[in-house]
């Protein structure tokens, strides 16, 4: 957050945070990271003792993926590059807002089900692509008409994210909406 506030933008302030965290030594493939930049794993952590407040429930536990599955997230993840963090801020906020999410690996993109697929995320390393099912709700200046290889014609809207701030109540209301639209026809 210091960082952002001196004017360096989401990604580049990540990347600085990821090699202060590896002992000021750059980031490659083969150096293992510590907790900043871990990607989440199977087994859940134990709770804090004081959880900021926030306006989501907290995530549910979900059944592990199999190691084929989670190497496919991973490969898809790691197309996020400086943009990781962000992503794996906007899934624990999906799983705190969606009770009983489930996560799949598709060509080219993560699909959230809960159990229709209601999301959609592309990775980039200059964003993170958000896709939802909200059928004929109006696009406006957050809201576009999705743009996202690989999600089919249901993904309608499409949220870009480049900031860690996008990722507050409104976004959480639309991720609802979404699931909330799709579920309730099953």
Request: without cysteine; aromatic residues 6%; positive net charge.
């Given at each position: ?76 993840i ?47 390393p ?37 900031d ?5 109540g ?8 979404a ?8």
């Open positions: 957050d210091w960082l952002r506030g001196q004017g360096f933008t989401f990604q580049r302030a990540s990347w600085l945070e990821r090699i202060h965290a590896n002992g000021g030594k750059p980031i490659f493939g083969e150096t293992p990271l510590k907790a900043v930049s871990e990607p989440p794993t199977a087994e859940p952590a134990p709770a804090p003792a004081a959880e900021p407040v926030r306006s989501v429930a907290p995530p549910r536990a979900t059944p592990a993926p199999s190691a084929e599955a989670a190497a496919a997230l991973e490969k898809l790691a197309g996020a590059k400086g943009y990781r963090p962000l992503y794996q801020m906007l899934e624990t906020a999906i799983r705190g807002a969606v009770h009983e999410v489930a996560l799949a690996p598709r060509p080219g993109y993560i699909s959230y089900g809960g159990p229709g697929e209601f999301a959609a995320v592309t990775l980039h200059s964003e993170v692509r958000l896709g939802l099912d909200l059928g004929d709700r109006p696009f406006d200046a957050q809201v576009q008409k999705a743009k996202l290889k690989g999600p089919g014609p249901g993904i309608t809207h499409m949220v870009v994210l480049t860690a701030r996008q990722i507050n409104e976004l959480l209301g639309l991720i609802k909406a699931h909330e639209r799709i579920n309730k026809q099953l």
